[in-house]
């Protein structure tokens, strides 16, 4: 089967913008990389969580299927887009091929957190000293031995590297998860659930309106052998439980709506992790659930928010 591809050129501050209108107007995956022609690119747009993007332009490139409806979505987000297009907006047939995999070349292990990498399969973290130590640990101590997620994106889901799923990353990093069990609502690749998993949870239930985003969950589920303590629903036939930890990596008018759902959803004492979020959408996202949780400050990257809060009593 073949694809169609359109592709842009952007400023590095418009890309997270214009990356969410690709995804919400039906883009099946969008990938970004240095728009330059030097042969030797500059270093990679979205670095660890904190870290300074360093592209100055970049190319953003969407996937759809090569048939009369991929062809309507691709025309019509060449028509909004292409006018903040730094070059004219090109759409191409790409043949079939396993594209997720020749992008994964060009990606190496993403840290998150102080403990948690994603790698695409078969790479491991080079370690060398903690980039990022624990400020009461013995300064002669060794660093934390990595958890590592193994992660082939498949077709429009995750791998960790847009700002939105850093921060529930880097978030979930920092939890005491042992023994917990965790709610991934919206979970796309598995990705949040999976690192739950591996970072000592003891359940997780991973919950998706698209068969194509539980698919992707199963599979990398069984690459990194978390299936047996993983549930895979979509949100009607989901499991009657009260998680210990919700975290809802979508968007803001979704929160928004999902706020009485997901706060049902909480058990005594539980946390909330809301992504997905731009910066000047967080306190609209933040006021639809402060009947249910105490919500802290939002933490900002790259303009996308990341908003936290612990269950108030019932």
Same mark, same amino acid.
């Given at each position: 089967?073949?694809?169609?591809?359109?592709?842009?050129?952007?400023?590095?501050?418009?890309?997270?913008?214009?990356?969410?209108?690709?995804?919400?107007?039906?883009?099946?995956?969008?990938?970004?990389?240095?728009?330059?022609?030097?042969?030797?690119?500059?270093?990679?747009?979205?670095?660890?969580?904190?870290?300074?993007?360093?592209?100055?332009?970049?190319?953003?490139?969407?996937?759809?299927? /090569?048939?009369?409806? %991929? +062809?309507?979505?691709?025309?019509? @987000? #060449?028509?909004? =887009? $292409?006018?903040?297009?730094?070059?004219?907006?090109?759409?191409?047939?790409?043949?079939?091929?396993?594209?997720?995999?020749?992008?994964?070349?060009?990606?190496?292990?993403?840290?998150?957190?102080?403990?948690?990498?994603?790698?695409?399969?078969?790479?491991?973290?080079?370690?060398?000293?903690?980039?990022?130590?624990?400020?009461?640990?013995?300064?002669?101590?060794?660093?934390?031995?990595?958890?590592?997620?193994?992660?082939?994106?498949?077709?429009?889901?995750?791998?960790?590297?847009?700002?939105?799923?850093?921060?529930?990353?880097?978030?979930?990093?920092?939890?005491?998860?042992?023994?917990?069990?965790?709610? /991934?609502?919206?979970? %796309? +690749?598995?990705?949040?659930?999976? @690192? #739950?998993?591996? =970072? $000592?949870?003891?359940?997780?239930?991973?919950?998706?309106?698209?068969?194509?985003?539980?698919?992707?969950?199963?599979?990398?589920?069984?690459?990194?052998?978390?299936?047996?303590?993983?549930?895979?629903?979509?949100?009607?036939?989901?499991?009657?439980?009260?998680?210990?930890?919700?975290?809802?990596?979508?968007?803001?008018?979704?929160?928004?709506?999902?706020?009485?759902?997901?706060?049902?959803?909480?058990?005594?004492?539980?946390?909330?992790?809301?992504?997905?979020?731009?910066?000047?959408?967080?306190?609209?996202?933040?006021?639809?659930?402060?009947?249910?949780?105490?919500?802290?400050?939002?933490?900002?990257? /790259?303009?996308?928010?990341?908003?936290?809060?612990?269950?108030?009593?019932?």
């Amino acid at each position: 089967m073949a694809w169609l591809q359109l592709e842009l050129v952007v400023e590095r501050e418009q890309a997270p913008l214009i990356e969410a209108a690709l995804e919400n107007g039906g883009a099946l995956a969008v990938t970004i990389d240095d728009a330059a022609d030097d042969p030797v690119p500059e270093p990679i747009l979205e670095p660890l969580p904190n870290a300074t993007p360093l592209w100055r332009r970049v190319r953003i490139t969407a996937l759809y299927q /090569d048939d009369a409806n %991929g +062809s309507l979505l691709a025309e019509q @987000a #060449a028509a909004q =887009l $292409g006018p903040q297009s730094l070059a004219p907006a090109w759409i191409s047939r790409l043949e079939d091929q396993p594209w997720e995999r020749v992008w994964l070349q060009d990606l190496g292990p993403q840290r998150f957190g102080r403990r948690l990498w994603v790698c695409p399969q078969g790479q491991r973290p080079a370690l060398g000293p903690d980039p990022d130590p624990d400020p009461g640990a013995d300064a002669a101590s060794e660093p934390p031995e990595p958890i590592c997620i193994d992660l082939d994106p498949g077709l429009a889901f995750g791998t960790g590297h847009h700002p939105t799923t850093a921060l529930c990353l880097g978030w979930l990093d920092g939890l005491a998860l042992t023994d917990r069990v965790v709610l /991934d609502y919206g979970c %796309g +690749s598995g990705i949040l659930a999976i @690192a #739950a998993l591996k =970072l $000592g949870a003891r359940q997780a239930i991973a919950v998706d309106h698209d068969p194509q985003a539980l698919d992707a969950t199963v599979d990398n589920a069984i690459a990194n052998g978390v299936l047996e303590r993983l549930v895979i629903a979509r949100p009607e036939a989901m499991p009657a439980i009260r998680a210990d930890v919700i975290v809802a990596n979508i968007l803001a008018g979704p929160l928004v709506e999902l706020a009485p759902t997901l706060t049902a959803l909480a058990a005594p004492g539980a946390v909330i992790g809301l992504s997905g979020v731009l910066s000047h959408q967080a306190a609209g996202v933040a006021d639809a659930y402060r009947d249910g949780f105490l919500m802290e400050p939002p933490v900002i990257q /790259d303009d996308w928010a990341l908003l936290t809060g612990h269950r108030l009593s019932p």
